[in-house]
């Protein structure tokens, strides 16, 4: 018989429910989707999403550090589409598993992770080696590093026990009464 351990006691799953918030509520619907809504930075008209300072701010960062998120080759448009269309109901999904302790969310997180360290790896090469790569690969690397990070943190995490969310029954008796069995 197992137990959930209450996410209080999971501080690495509290750390990773904020970063898929993050991704879920920034990064995914904010800030990526506008690569797929302006097609050209160059001549476009301000879309209803995002908000304009979403769009000035990947803009600035675009033109100032980083050529390819200007660039948008079909390569990067995909890592975005999959960004919206998977990555982004991960995260809500995810968020609700690592809270309650589910321990289905296993291999989904498994499989997100090593998508996600290809996807990114993909695009550090571009920045690093590619037709638009960046001057600024230090900083740019840096933004990037959470989606390296985060993701080993969670293959870890995952890949390590079968069941990351509880522990035996005993041993919440154990630390409930100090002494196994008593209180039976």
Request: proline share 7%; charged share 10%; net charge positive.
């Amino acid at each position: 018989m197992a137990e959930v351990i209450p996410l209080s006691q999971r501080r690495i799953d509290i750390v990773l429910v904020a970063f898929f918030v993050i991704n879920l509520l920034f990064v995914s619907y904010l800030i990526d989707i506008e690569q797929l809504v302006i097609a050209n930075p160059a001549h476009f008209t301000y879309p209803i999403w995002p908000p304009r300072v979403v769009v000035d701010f990947v803009h600035w960062w675009g033109y100032t550090y980083d050529p390819l998120l200007i660039a948008r080759p079909v390569s990067f448009k995909v890592t975005i589409w999959l960004d919206n269309l998977l990555y982004g109901p991960f995260y809500l999904v995810a968020i609700y598993a690592y809270i309650k302790g589910k321990q289905w969310i296993r291999l989904p997180s498994i499989i997100y992770a090593v998508s996600m360290i290809s996807g990114v790896i993909t695009i550090l090469s571009e920045e690093a080696f590619g037709q638009y790569r960046t001057p600024h690969l230090a900083l740019v690397v840096t933004a990037n590093a959470s989606w390296i990070i985060f993701p080993l943190i969670i293959l870890f995490r995952m890949g390590l026990t079968e069941h990351p969310f509880t522990r035996p029954a005993a041993a919440v008796q154990t630390s409930m009464t100090g002494v196994a069995g008593v209180g039976r």
